[in-house]
């Protein structure tokens, strides 16, 4: 294992660190200026702070919070032919790999990959995984990069003929509007290059009923992840918010084909943010997510937005989740 790259990027407007107690003045800037807004919205970034990550990793095993399982036994099930897809001599570049262990089932079926170079905003974490799989792939090139991979980022030099693979897994690219999920995949495009590929996890759409269990868990643990954003204004945005006064809302929208998270205001009342008056109607709400489900034809626009086309998709017994394989459209631009 190498030292650590540090994007030459300032942190973006919504970038979240988990660390910091006091935010940077453009985070603390955007975070107000969502409040302010007419229809109030912050960030899903804002939702991992230590805690938020905390409770993000018990979401993953509630019964209700499908996503996680399936998207393993998908891996699970298939990661030797999206290692084939990927070919011999890949670098494999993962875009927040969190803590996650899905790239596992990639770096042991590549063939002889140069590098595995995991991208996160999370130094700590960053850190604590390149250590982790430098332990258990001796030989293997890691190559963390500290960076907000929604912003462009540079990479560590790569041999030149090692084909770029991109992961993007847990289907993070749902909480993406469609425009800035195909600027992102743009963004992917350009740094896979030509030749290279991408292996995207994708939740589809599916039963409203499993969909709003999903976000709703009985155990209220996403209730919880959704109330800590209010926490975490608190602390850090010197934010006078009562989390009593505050209800969870999530349901499914079918025309925009998205889970919505809202923090609804139980009464009208009237609460101070870094010294601001942030006023709420009885029923307001700050929109905090959005996760879109995609069917194929949503899927086949988002790749072809991006730059890419959809090669192989990959899915479970029940079609509920897709890893899919994406590979530059020949149509695509004059990028490199
Ligand atoms: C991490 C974005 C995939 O959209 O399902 C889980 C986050 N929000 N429960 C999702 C989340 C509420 C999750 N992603």
Redesign the pocket.
Known sequence: MTGLATSRNRAAPHAASSSSSSSSAALRASVMRGLRAEVKTLS?AL?YDAEGARL?EE?CRLPE?Y?TRTEHAILARHAGELAAHAGPGCALIEYGSGAGVKVRYLLDRLERPVAYVPVDISREQLLDVARERAGQYPGLRILPVCADYTTAFELPALPSSARRVAFFP???I??FHPAEAGAFLRRVRHVVGRTGGLILGV?RRKDPRLLHA??NDSAGV?AA??VNLLTRLNREFGGEFNLDLFRHR?FFDDATSR?E?HLEARVAHTVCVGGEAIQFDAGETIHT?C?YKYDRPRLEALAEAGGFRVEALYSDDRDWFWEAWLVPAETCCQNP
């Open positions: 899903p939702f993000f979401i919070y996503p847990g289907s993070t749902g909480n939740d999903a976000y996403t992840f959704n999530a889970i998270m997510e996760s």
